[in-house]
């Protein structure tokens, strides 16, 4: 009988849903004696975790449910944490017969709270949530951020002009939905009060979105979007002086580093989900109040009712002075 327990860790999307497991699986595996911990997820996902102290093995869904099934068959895990919870866990969770704790999703008081804008989801982080299903092997919240370890040695000579390697603010603009983002305009003025040059980051979705702020600007911005990796742009994130950003994957990233982050919500609101900076000792969470906010839990590509207040109505004045400390 062996004496180390063996753990598998599930969940499979969104970026920032995993980013929010990297506690979990920190905790379980410090705090549980001799723990094995594997995880998984989708293979587009697996840049998550990759270096990442805390797994001892990734393993990555296949296109056969089968076939991920026989493989976690195959390693004899003592327990499952199932931080997914939808079908194919269930289904997981049935045919392998293992042991296992679930997160409760609450779907029902999210729709409710969505649908009538009722506040029936407790204000409390994912993070708090994901640790419930982790109790019973007798894990606690330690309190620390979540992880991400960048891949590879990066410069700031080889990334930035010259203008913007002696202190920058690091500015997302890039969401995968429309109602997520600022117009162009809304960056624009904010990005034209502040002290610092600007460093804006997103994907090619954004950058023509980023040539506009830039051309309308000038030198005291350089637009980075679609022009670095996805590793290069957490690196830029981690020597920023601080950053700005909306609800996606890379602003959530961008809390494993403990620099000031403007967390700026429009449609969506960070208490639903349960998303809000994490261990973050200097955070601004910009959003305004609105009868017809949230609209949506993740987004949608127009705002339903055409006049997008919860973004064009956003004071800038806290966002500003926050950042120009």
């Known amino acids: 009988?062996?004496?180390?327990?063996?753990?598998?860790?599930?969940?499979?999307?969104?970026?920032?849903?995993?980013?929010?497991?990297?506690?979990?699986?920190?905790?379980?595996?410090?705090q549980v004696p001799n723990a094995e911990v594997h995880f998984l997820t989708k293979p587009v996902f697996k840049y998550i975790y990759d270096n990442n102290p805390y797994v001892d093995k990734l393993l990555l869904l296949k296109p056969s449910l089968s076939d991920t099934i026989n493989e976690i068959k195959a390693e004899k895990y003592d327990h499952i944490v199932d931080l997914h919870n939808n079908l194919r866990t269930a289904i997981i969770k049935l045919r392998t017969g293992i042991k296992a704790t679930t997160y409760k999703k609450q779907p029902i008081r999210k729709w409710l709270s969505l649908k009538f804008k009722l506040r029936l989801v407790a204000p409390t982080h994912l993070v708090d949530r994901y640790l419930e299903a982790a109790k019973p092997l007798g894990v606690n919240n330690d309190g620390k951020p979540i992880d991400y370890y960048i891949k590879a040695e990066h410069k700031l000579s080889k990334l930035l002009p010259q203008?913007?390697?002696?202190?920058?603010?690091?500015?997302?603009?890039?969401?995968?939905?429309?109602?997520?983002?600022?117009?162009?305009?809304?960056?624009?003025?904010?990005c034209k009060q502040l002290k610092l040059p600007v460093v804006l980051l997103g994907g090619n979705d954004v950058k023509a979105n980023g040539d506009i702020v830039a051309l309308a600007i000038g030198a005291n911005i350089y637009n980075a979007c679609?022009?670095?990796?996805?590793?290069?742009?957490?690196?830029?994130?981690?020597?920023?002086?601080?950053?700005?950003?909306?609800?996606?994957?890379?602003?959530?990233?961008?809390?494993?580093?403990?620099?000031?982050?403007?967390?700026?919500?429009?449609?969506?609101?960070?208490?639903?989900?349960?998303?809000q900076p994490y261990m973050v000792k200097d955070v601004l969470v910009a959003g305004i109040r609105l009868d017809c906010r949230p609209c949506s839990k993740f987004g949608l590509e127009k705002c339903p009712l055409g006049h997008f207040k919860c973004m064009n109505d956003m004071p800038e004045d806290n966002i500003i002075s926050f950042v120009n400390r």
Not at 170 to 185: C, D, L, Q, S
């Open 226 to 275: 679609g022009l670095t990796s996805l590793d290069e742009s957490v690196y830029l994130v981690s020597k920023a002086e601080s950053i700005i950003g909306f609800d996606t994957g890379l602003t959530h990233i961008a809390e494993a580093f403990n620099k000031p982050i403007v967390s700026v919500w429009g449609g969506t609101v960070p208490e639903l989900l349960g998303v």
């Open 1 to 30: 009988m062996r004496s180390n327990m063996k753990i598998l860790v599930i969940r499979f999307s969104s970026m920032g849903d995993i980013i929010y497991t990297t506690p979990v699986v920190r905790c379980i595996k410090k």
């Open 163 to 190: 203008s913007h390697q002696n202190g920058y603010i690091a500015f997302v603009i890039g969401a995968t939905h429309f109602t997520k983002r600022m117009p162009n305009e809304k960056i624009i003025s904010i």
